[in-house]
Nanobody, 125 residues
Framework: QVQLVESGGGLVQAGGSLRISCAAS????????MGWFRQATGKEREFVAA????????IYADSVKGRFTISRDNAKNTVSLHITSLKPEDTAVYYC??????????????????WGQGTQVTVSS
């Protein structure tokens, strides 16, 4: 059974930092590219960042570039998102997702095969 479990969300003041993580089980983690998406209340889910199977390549949404950093540890089956310079508009549920196309970096949510339940990040102004 595949499980992706996010953790580390919470309430943070604007300008602050946070690290959220996702632990994977039931898959050969290094065979998957990983992505982070987010969904704010009343809005569609949007792409945030993705990392290829080895961690050597990453892509980011323009809205988070320079503030967010995605990383992975294949030995621990985890992917993390380090979020800095938080803004109120970063408030959302953050989801991790696994993509079998391990060599690709994709932005469309429909390309991802497995999803976690999400972790809430709330930024106060």
């Amino acid at each position: 059974q595949v499980q992706l479990v996010e953790s580390g969300g919470g309430l943070v003041q604007a300008g602050g930092s946070l690290r959220i993580s996702c632990a994977a089980s039931g898959i050969t983690f290094s065979n998957y590219a990983m992505g982070w998406f987010r969904q704010a209340t009343g809005k569609e889910r949007e792409f945030v960042a993705a990392i290829n199977w080895s961690g050597a390549s990453t892509i980011y949404a323009d809205s988070v570039k320079g503030r967010f950093t995605i990383s992975r540890d294949n030995a621990k089956n985890t992917v993390s998102l380090h979020i800095t310079s938080l803004k109120p508009e970063d408030t959302a549920v953050y989801y991790c997702a696994a993509d079998q196309a391990k060599f690709l970096l994709r932005r469309r949510s429909g390309n991802y095969d497995y999803w976690g339940q999400g972790t809430q990040v709330t930024v106060s102004s």
